[in-house]
């Protein structure tokens, strides 16, 4: 999987974008935004790693320093997949979603991302369904395999439509974290005309887990 984050991200730096968000989502409803320079880790998980959201090369005076909220783990992933890539293709900043957030809440969001003449590039991150398998986070629940499986044709074909319509319920039922990220990218892309590849699709674990790049 791995492999094809850095693909990914290799799609998104080819863009020439001005400007590289990272979204994903967080516990509870609204949205935090994270400047450049936030820091971020994964001592809670037993990994004593700490994880700054920048690009390479910048120095260390022009990044953020005012004190602010810590990044939530997805960002936190967000951070080291740049780092380890990395990443000097455009600035960064973060912005976290709560996985409560409604549809219409997270569409209004995305859409308020894009501003005229500038080009964004958006690293979205989030899980699929922790409900799998009987030894997923959330034990086996019959529909996971099939939202997973149309969350990942959505994710291949760059379908707007199909993201914006993920029901917030039976999001929260599956463990699906990704659900309100998702939706957010929706509202930025509509009016686009992008096309999207997948590049990985797997449940280890029992959790479902995609790879998809737009361009």
Not at 141 to 162: M, S, Y
Not at 169 to 179: E, H, K, Q
Request: proline share 6%.
């Amino acid at each position: 999987m791995r492999g094809a984050c850095a693909d990914a991200l290799s799609v998104l730096a080819a863009s020439r974008p001005d400007r590289l968000l990272v979204l994903g989502p967080v516990a509870g409803t609204g949205a935090v935004r994270h400047g450049e320079g936030a820091r971020g880790g994964f001592h809670g998980f037993g990994v004593p790693v700490t994880v700054r959201l920048t690009r390479m090369g910048l120095a260390e005076s022009a990044r953020t320093t005012e004190a602010g909220p810590a990044l939530p783990a997805s960002l936190a992933v967000g951070a080291w997949l740049l780092e380890h890539a990395a990443w000097a293709a455009a600035p960064v900043s973060g912005l976290a979603v709560g996985e409560e957030s409604g549809t219409k809440e997270c569409l209004a969001l995305g859409e308020s991302l894009r501003v005229p003449d500038e080009r964004l590039a958006v690293l979205v991150l989030g899980d699929g369904s922790a409900t799998r398998t009987v030894k997923a986070p959330g034990y086996l629940d019959e529909r996971a395999a099939p939202w997973d499986g149309a969350v990942a044709k959505a994710l291949a074909d760059a379908d707007i439509d199909t993201l914006a319509g993920l029901d917030p319920a039976t999001a929260r039922v599956l463990g699906c974290a990704g659900r309100a990220p998702w939706q957010v990218l929706a509202g930025a892309a509509r009016g686009t005309d992008l096309t999207g590849s997948l590049l990985y699709d797997e449940a280890p674990y029992g959790v479902g887990y995609f790879v998809a790049a737009w361009s």
